[in-house]
């Protein structure tokens, strides 16, 4: 299975979109049942997340 993995051709491998500066990538430990109820909201529960966050800043950003 490792091997596999290894061995897979670069076109499947996960592409990292550039970023235009406005957004920072982070690893952040989020608790699990958090995570869940967000992917249990649908698809795009990563948007409706930083929306969250955005809203609990006060910041005003039109997205």
């Keep these: 299975m490792v091997q596999q993995v290894l061995e ?3 076109a499947l491998k996960k592409k ?5 500066g406005s957004t920072t990538k982070l690893t952040l430990n989020v ?7 967000f992917k249990l909201s649908g698809a795009h529960w990563r ?17």
């Design 47 to 63: 948007s409706r997340m930083q929306e969250a966050l955005r809203n609990a800043t006060e910041l005003d950003k039109d997205v």
């Design 16 to 20: 990292v979109l550039p970023s235009d």
């Design 8 to 10: 897979r051709p670069r």
């Design 31 to 37: 608790d699990t049942d958090v995570v869940d109820w």
